[in-house]
C-alpha cells in the first residue's frame, strides 16, 4: 500500500512569514495526527483528527497554528506567523485500530521547517 | 508534554552485541510501542505491547513491560550496522480495551552500532 505522504520536505522562511503543510494519509485510515519533533527531541503531538473532527488540539498553539481535514481525507498544517522556536520537523501520521484494536501510527517522512 | 524517559539517551555498541534500552512513563497505560527513526526520515512502528503483557518477541526484538513499575525495556540481539537509528518508546494512555487515544512519545535513544 501507498505510505503517507508530505509536502513539502523542507521549506525555508523569515520569520512573521507563513508557510502551509500537506498531508495525505494511507486511503481507509480514519486517524490522522499532525506531530512537531524539535531537533534532539521526541515528537510532540499537535493535534489529532478522527475522519474531519478533531479528538485533540490542546498542545496546538492556536494564536498561529491551524489544521483542517477536509472530507476526512487530506490535511493542512498552517503556521502565520511563523516564529524561530517553530523550526522543526512536522511528521504527519494515520492510523487505523486493526492492530487488534490498537492504534499504531504510520509516518510520513515528514516537512522540515527552518525559520531563519 | 512527555510521558516517557528513555535510558539511555546515547547507546554506542559493536556489531554483533546486545543493545538494551529503558523506558520510564508515568500514567497508566492501555499499550506501549516501540519505533525506530532512522536520520531525517519519518517513524516506523517495531513492536506493541498491551498492559496486561508482560513479554512480546519479533524477530531480534525482545520486548518487556512491567507495570507496577511503569517501565519498559527494548532487547536489540545480535545487533546490525543498519540498526543504527533512534529508537523511541510511546505510550497510549487510553482507558478501556479498545484504543482511541493520542501516543505520547519519550526523547528517545539514539544508537549507534560500529561495523
Redesign the interface.
Known amino acids: 500500500e501507498a505510505g503517507v505522504a508530505q509536502s513539502p520536505r523542507y521549506k525555508i522562511i523569515e520569520k512573521r512569514q507563513s508557510v502551509a503543510f500537506w498531508c495525505n494519509p494511507i486511503s481507509g485510515h480514519a486517524t490522522l495526527y499532525w506531530y512537531q519533533q524539535i531537533l534532539g527531541q521526541g515528537p510532540k503531538l499537535l493535534i489529532q483528527f478522527q475522519n474531519n473532527g478533531v479528538v485533540d488540539d490542546s498542545q496546538l498553539p492556536k494564536d498561529r497554528f491551524s489544521a483542517e481535514r477536509l472530507k476526512g481525507v487530506d490535511s493542512t498544517l498552517k503556521i502565520q506567523p511563523a516564529k524561530l522556536e517553530d523550526s522543526a520537523v512536522y511528521l504527519c501520521a494515520s492510523s487505523t485500530q486493526a492492530y487488534q484494536g490498537a492504534n499504531v501510527l504510520t509516518f510520513g517522512a515528514g516537512s522540515r521547517l527552518t525559520v531563519l | 508534554s512527555?510521558q516517557?524517559e528513555e535510558d539511555p539517551q546515547a547507546l554506542s555498541i559493536q556489531e554483533g552485541e546486545n543493545a538494551t534500552m529503558n523506558c520510564s512513563y508515568k500514567t497508566s497505560i492501555?499499550?506501549l510501542?516501540w519505533?525506530r527513526q532512522n536520520s531525517g526520515?519519518?517513524?516506523?512502528?517495531l513492536i506493541?505491547i498491551?498492559s496486561n503483557e508482560r513479554e512480546k518477541h519479533s524477530g531480534r526484538l525482545r520486548v518487556t513491560l512491567d507495570t507496577s513499575k511503569k517501565s519498559s525495556s527494548l532487547l536489540i540481539t545480535a545487533s546490525r550496522a543498519a540498526d543504527t537509528a533512534s529508537y523511541?518508546c510511546?505510550t497510549?494512555a487510553s482507558a478501556g480495551?479498545?484504543?482511541?487515544?493520542?501516543?505520547?512519545?519519550?526523547?528517545?535513544t539514539i544508537l549507534t552500532v560500529h561495523p
Not at chain 2, 526520515?41 to 512502528?45: A, M, T
Not at chain 2, 480495551?97 to 528517545?108: A, D, E
Request: glycine share 22%; hydrophobic share 25%.
Open positions: 512527555q516517557g492501555n499499550n510501542q519505533y526520515r519519518g517513524l516506523v512502528h506493541l498491551r523511541f510511546a497510549d480495551g479498545t484504543s482511541y487515544g493520542k501516543l505520547t512519545f519519550g526523547q528517545g
